[in-house]
């Protein structure tokens, strides 16, 4: 779905995990998505950049950065404060304390490979308060904003570009499912669902939401790593 990844003014263009150890990380990642860790803290695939790493042993923790494209990060950290939202030490973060990043062409490394198994496919902004949510990311990014209802009859926000219309989505907003946590949480393509929650698995990982399907999109799954960060895998519907 992630076509379009870092091309538009906000879109993701760069996905970052921090970890106490990135090592043990890369193990988990490799296993469950063939990735591998450089000595520089990039995740690569098939030689090609998927994800970056970062170590952090502040709070034992890992968590997943989703950051998004634009074309002034300072006149984006402002709109944030506009908006209501946090924008100092630390990064940026809305007003329901979602944390997410802004970054400029250019910065540093690019997401070489998107919407293709072992590569992030969509990302997701699980918050109490939807509404509220579409008008903050609406002053800040400028996204338009679709509303639909899923199959079991929750609403769900569908993301894009001004303009971009449905084909150029690139994630979605909706209310968080049980334990689910307020925050963005990064999708990952896989080729198979029930083999990657195994491989999640037996490779110390935890399984928050087992797999579902869903008509027209595929199989999907959340997980947490062995440090407790969230991500999400999808297998395409119909691969």
Known sequence: MLTSAGSALGT?????????????????????????????????????TVAGAVADSRTG???????????DAAATAAAVERAGGYAGPGGLADPAGARFAAREPGEGPVLETVD???SLWWTQLYTPDVEPAKDFYRAVFAWDTHDLVLERGATYTVLAPRGAGMEGAHGGIMQP??????GWLPYFAVGNCDAAVTAAIENG???????????????????????GAWFAVNAKAGA
């Open 12 to 48: 993701p263009n760069w996905i970052t995990l921090s970890t106490p150890d990135p090592a043990a990380s890369a193990g988990f990642y490799g296993a469950l998505l063939g990735w591998e860790l450089t000595a520089g803290g990039l995740f690569r695939l098939a030689g090609r």
């Open 61 to 71: 923790r890992g968590a997943w950065t989703v950051s998004f494209r634009t074309a």
């Open 116 to 118: 293709a198994p072992g």
């Open 205 to 227: 990982g935890q399984v928050v939401h087992p797999p579902e399907s869903q008509r027209g999109i595929g199989r999907q799954a959340t997980l947490r790593d062995p440090f």
């Open 177 to 182: 499912l049980d334990a689910t946590p307020v």
